[in-house]
């Protein structure tokens, strides 16, 4: 055990549930929806990408005429139809890894671009709500990720400094978030390989959440 880690603090989607492959197929059908040509790598570059960042992106890609809040709006219409037929599910180890974390001591924190409401859906439907000392949404900061704000915010929710956390996160954007507020980020890959941009910024790779206690 490395006594300098005192804290964790997670992203949620695609690190501790299964949704982050729902975020990219929906904004692909709802974008389709009103006539946009997303792609996978479209909405992949906006994973965890606070609101005021993702639309300039999209704008980049699709034209100034975008309208984001309607297709937003779209794809929680779908994201959330699907869910409530098929229900949701966490990654592999997530309660095992998350119970680990408590009964060793260590202060738990996620951090997380969705909607605190749909967070604590999400997490109390899989029993896992419970397991962490503090919830910080993307809402409750004045920039999301990839600005350091959500990570900072957390640590310090956590009685924390970030060098002493442990930041778990699956996507470009968040390691940014993470690495620029000081903590230990360690990617756990989802989606995609950590790219040449993000591994100078990362304290480790681990294979799934069950790999990342041989960074505490």
């Avoid at 300098?4 to 974008?31: N, P």
Wanted: glycine fraction near 6%; charge should be negative.
């Amino acid at each position: 055990m490395n006594p300098d880690i005192k804290g964790i603090i997670s992203d949620m989607d695609g690190v501790i549930l299964d949704t982050e492959k729902l975020y990219v197929r929906f904004w692909c059908e709802a974008a389709l929806f009103y006539g946009y040509p997303m792609e996978t790598h479209h909405a992949l570059s906006i994973r965890s990408m606070a609101r005021p960042f993702a639309i300039a992106k999209l704008k980049g890609f699709f034209g100034e005429n975008f309208d984001y809040r309607k297709v937003h709006d779209k794809r929680i219409e779908l994201m959330d139809k699907f869910i409530s037929e098929n229900g949701i599910e966490s990654k592999p180890g997530a309660a095992e890894f998350l119970g680990f974390l408590k009964q060793n001591g260590y202060r738990v924190a996620l951090a997380t671009a969705t909607a605190p409401e749909r967070t604590k859906k999400y997490l109390s439907a899989l029993g896992l709500y419970d397991y962490f000392d503090e919830i910080v949404c993307a809402s409750m900061v004045a920039k999301g990720k990839p600005e350091p704000d959500i990570y900072l915010y957390a640590a310090e929710k956590l009685g924390l400094a970030p060098e002493n956390c442990i930041a778990l996160e699956d996507s470009l954007n968040g390691i940014k978030s993470a690495s620029s507020a000081g903590c230990k980020t360690v990617m756990v890959p989802d989606l995609d390989r950590p790219s040449a941009e993000a591994i100078p910024l990362l304290y480790g790779v681990a294979d799934n959440l069950i790999d990342v206690k041989r960074f505490l």
